[in-house]
Each structure stands twice: as structure tokens, then as C-alpha cells.
């Protein structure tokens, strides 16, 4: 699941991040409201967590413009305790969830499971083409009911491709969006990690489902 985490204080975001990351997550962190903005506008993010207290744009203006653009993804603010307003005033402008600081990461983790399960449905967590099914929640993948042993990076990558089958993805996307960060767009990282991926599937399923578009980057096969 990719995060947005808009959070100023850099000691708590650096916690978090490792926690969230630990768990499988890709996350942009962000250390100010109007970049962590712009770059909901920009991208699309299974969850944003949003900090109220930051500089720039604040975290309660941020949930209010997204709402009225149409950004619908849920969104979990960070309050203080004593912000009961301010808790009050997010639930009322479309915050899905509010934790209050301090928090430990493995709550945060369970209310990002919770709200996606609430907002999209259990079924919409289950990704399955053919023989294949990833489960978003549990993360486990298994192929003609065998269980596929993959690292978080190749069950990232998989997940990113089985949520478009038939779209084409460059390596530039795939490295954004599975990987959380820049790279030299001439890396092999996309290719290694598809090239492992494509062994284990095949080893049970006969077929990786992964075609290679010459140029360009990779696809999920839609059946």
C-alpha cells in the first residue's frame, strides 16, 4: 500500500516511516503542508496521514481542499491530546480516522487496515487473476492454492501490476511507486526484482502472468 505522511517533526516521522516500511509499506514523507499538498493533488495514495500542526498549508486546510477537489482517499489526521476541536472540526471536513500523539506505530498501522477495509471492502482487497490471489491484508500470495514465498519488494511489485492487468507500466512508475524514492532511471532494480518475481510464480503456476513490453517497461496479463 503506498502512504502519504505529512508530518513536521522529523524525530517522530523518522519512527514512523521505518515502522510503516518494516510492515511493507511505501511511503512519501513529507515534512511540510504545502509540498504534502501538492503531492496529493499529483499522485494517487491508498491513505494519507496528516499531521494538523504544520507549516504552510495546515493539515485541517489540506483535508478541506482535498475534499472539495474531489480527493477521496482516506485520510487519518494526527492531533494532539488536547485538539478535541480540532479532532471534531476533521471528522466534520472527511478525516476517516484521528489518532492522537503520542501513538505507537503498530496502532497506526491497524487503523490504515481499517479504514481501507472500511472504505474499499474486504473483497476489494483480494486481487486475483487466474490462478493467482494476493491478499492486501494478510499479505500472502498464492497460486493454484499453494503459497508463493516473496520479499516485500516483490509482493510491492506484484500488487502494483495486479491492480492495473493489461495496463503497461514504465520502470520509471514502477520504481516510484513500489520503491518510494528516486533512482537513475537507468537502475536495474525493475528488471532483477521483476526477473525473481517471474521464477517463483513459474515455478508453480507454469506461467509468470508478467509481459515484458519491449522499450517500455512490464504488464500484468488480465487472464
Not at 516511516?17 to 494517487?44: H, P, S, T, W
Not at 478525516?95 to 474486504?122: C, M, N, Q, T, W
Not at 515484458?212 to 496479463?221: A, E, H, I, T
Request: net charge negative; proline share 2%.
Amino acid at each position: 500500500m503506498h502512504i502519504l505522511y505529512i508530518e513536521d517533526e522529523a524525530r517522530i516521522a523518522n519512527f514512523v516511516c521505518a515502522g510503516l516500511k518494516e510492515q511493507g509499506f511505501v511511503v512519501d514523507y513529507i515534512d511540510n503542508g504545502d509540498e504534502g499538498y501538492y503531492r496529493a493533488m499529483e499522485n494517487e495514495y491508498d491513505v494519507i496521514v496528516l499531521d494538523i500542526m504544520l507549516p504552510g498549508k495546515d493539515g485541517l486546510a489540506i483535508l478541506k481542499s482535498l475534499r472539495r477537489a474531489g480527493r477521496n482517499f482516506p485520510v487519518i489526521l494526527l492531533t494532539a491530546r488536547n485538539e478535541l476541536d480540532d479532532r471534531l472540526e476533521g471528522l466534520n471536513l472527511g478525516a476517516d480516522d484521528y489518532l492522537s500523539k503520542p501513538f505507537f506505530v503498530e496502532e497506526l498501522i491497524a487503523r490504515i487496515h481499517a479504514v481501507i477495509r472500511r472504505i474499499s471492502g474486504e473483497r476489494q482487497n483480494i486481487l486475483r487473476v487466474g490462478s493467482l490471489t494476493l491478499d492486501r491484508i494478510t499479505r500472502e500470495v498464492t497460486c493454484n492454492h499453494q503459497l508463493v514465498e516473496l520479499t516485500t519488494r516483490e509482493f510491492n511489485l506484484l500488487e502494483y501490476l495486479m491492480r492495473s492487468p493489461g495496463r503497461v507500466f514504465t520502470r520509471t512508475q514502477i520504481l516510484e511507486h513500489v520503491w518510494g524514492y528516486d533512482f537513475n532511471p537507468n537502475t536495474n532494480l525493475v528488471d532483477v526484482c521483476v526477473q525473481r518475481l517471474r521464477k517463483k510464480i513459474e515455478k508453480i503456476a507454469g506461467d509468470s502472468w508478467i509481459d515484458s513490453v519491449r522499450g517500455v517497461g512490464y504488464s500484468f496479463r488480465k487472464s
